[in-house]
Nanobody
Framework: VQLQAFGGGLVQSGGSLTLLCAASGSISSIDGMMWYRQAPGSQRESVASISRGGRIRYADSVKGQFIISGDSPKNTVSLQMNSLKPEDTGVYYC??????????????WGQGTQVTVSS
């Protein structure tokens, strides 16, 4: 299963960006999709997640600022990022876990997309 992330870029502080991640391949089910980010010199951290049942979780640092949504039939997840701040700068990665068409568990990562917020 492959994941591809889109939508990163350069934005001014206070602006918005929407990231999209699409999963492709032989997929039987996706149990959850998540967004992580890694700022320069920092560890990768979880930003938001959505489960197959629609349960959503956010890191405290982005609550009220980011919105995650999923489209199950299309195997996609998006992350709407509002009121962006320079500290939101980093590489954003999507992750998905589930089962392939052969019912083999998978846990896949996208290639990452750079988000840069200028002050």
């Amino acid at each position: 299963v492959q994941l591809q992330a889109f939508g990163g870029g350069l934005v001014q502080s206070g602006g918005s960006l929407t990231l999209l991640c699409a999963a492709s391949g032989s997929i039987s089910s996706i149990d959850g999709m998540m967004w992580y980010r890694q700022a320069p010199g920092s560890q990768r951290e979880s930003v938001a997640s959505i489960s197959r049942g629609g349960r959503i979780r956010y890191a405290d640092s982005v609550k009220g600022q980011f919105i995650i949504s999923g489209d199950s039939p299309k195997n996609t997840v998006s992350l709407q990022m509002n009121s962006l701040k320079p500290e939101d700068t980093g590489v954003y990665y999507c992750n998905a876990a589930g089962h392939t068409g052969s019912l083999v568990p998978f846990d896949s990562w996208g290639q990452g997309t750079q988000v840069t917020v200028s002050s």
